[in-house]
């Protein structure tokens, strides 16, 4: 298979967590849910407008929407390595985007199971299939940094 079908799954798996998250963030406080679901959105739109600006691999993203949302966003390409700030803007929110719902979904072991476990599914999918066959140099995750 190729990496564009990974990155797709390893979409349906980020988005899939996303969604429990907000479900039973909702189902915990409506307010939760919403907040969460505008958090998630944000930390995206944020990632897509910082790090995937800057990927010289973008027209051929393995996520196939994150090269083109990009794109809209900012039309020329911006160049050079990612600088210290640029990688804290994007992986401080991803990581609250996906440590923060561990607050509520404990008191529903079944939500929490599937969280993690699609997590675990996206990540491992992302890092063996998806980074590696990334032509981006500048990326501290792909292959073509190294």
Known sequence: MSARVY???SLIAFVG???IAVFAG???FP???IAYAALALVSLLGTVA???SKCADRDRCGHVV???ISRLMRR???TGRYTNTELALTS???VLTFLLPLGWLWRSPLALGGFCLLLLLGSIDVGARVCPACGNAACPLSRASS
């Open 50 to 52: 910082i790090f995937c």
């Open 17 to 19: 967590a996303i969604s």
């Open 66 to 68: 994150l090269g083109p």
């Open 26 to 28: 909702w189902h915990e």
């Open 31 to 33: 307010a939760l849910g």
């Open 76 to 78: 020329e390409l911006r």
């Open 7 to 9: 990155g797709v799954l």
């Open 92 to 94: 401080i929110p991803l």
